[in-house]
């Protein structure tokens, strides 16, 4: 089973690149969408394609790893994705389940224009293994230039990419090709006393040590050096509609 989660607030833009993605899943394999409750999601992706609501406060996930299936979780940006992504890492644990991507869909135009929302992006940013940037055409070219060359040189190891048009991937293969970059341990399985299984590669262009523990800034406070965690801005102003809400 592959399992997917985005998070992104242009939700016209998501919806394209959903569809774009479950076009080059393999085919005759069972492909799931999980869209928040509440949503006016109007796509229903290629013939075949399963769509499913849930309720972000209430959903409980589980799924079969022996399944061959394509499942999409699309996170609900009308409320904070930290306690959401802790949810589905707990439940994907139960099933030994690992996402094989994390991704992060980044509205450039707004983002250039609120340090609210990069903010919330950036916080997002740190458990992904994917970016794509999209709705470029009124962001500056040096905006979406130096939002990523911030992170290539704080040592994030995640794959930058660009969203076309109205939001089709320009390399949906590197999105669906299992290659773990996030920099987050969240999602990491455990086993014989609590030891990472082994043969997951994180690539960065920085010495990371992986050896130490990891300091979520976003999920517990650093107790050594003082800091409370780190906090996530709420987003709601800027969540891209689609059609008819």
């Not at 290629?46 to 589980?62: C, I, K, L, R």
């Not at 509205?107 to 950036?122: F, I």
């Not at 089709?168 to 970059?181: F, G, K, V």
């Amino acid at each position: 089973m592959n399992v997917y989660l985005l998070m992104g607030t242009h939700l016209p833009e998501l919806g394209t690149c959903l569809d774009a993605l479950a076009r080059q899943c393999p085919p005759g394999a069972p492909v799931q969408w999980h869209i928040p409750d509440g949503i006016s999601w109007q796509s229903t992706g290629p013939e075949g394609t399963e769509v499913n609501f849930y309720s972000a406060d209430e959903v409980q996930w589980v799924f079969n790893p022996d399944e061959e299936a394509s499942i999409f979780i699309l996170l609900d940006p009308r409320v904070p994705q930290i306690p959401q992504l802790e949810t589905i890492a707990g439940d994907l644990q139960k099933c030994l389940i690992e996402p094989l991507k994390v991704i992060t869909c980044v509205d450039c135009e707004a983002a250039e224009t609120s340090v609210h929302l990069r903010a919330w992006l950036e916080a997002n940013v740190y458990y992904s293994d994917i970016v794509l940037l999209g709705n470029r055409s009124k962001a500056s070219k040096s905006f979406v230039r130096d939002f990523q060359k911030t992170y290539e040189k704080n040592c994030y190891p995640c794959l930058f990419l660009f969203l076309k048009g109205k939001g089709i991937p320009s390399q949906p293969l590197e999105i669906l090709t299992p290659d773990t970059r996030r920099l987050s341990q969240l999602f990491d399985l455990k086993e014989n006393g609590g030891e990472e299984i082994p043969g997951l590669i994180i690539e960065a262009s920085c010495d990371l040590d992986m050896e130490e523990p990891e300091r979520d800034p976003y999920r517990a406070p650093d107790e050594e050096a003082g800091r409370t965690k780190a906090p996530v801005p709420d987003i709601n102003e800027f969540i891209v509609q689609l059609p008819g809400q």
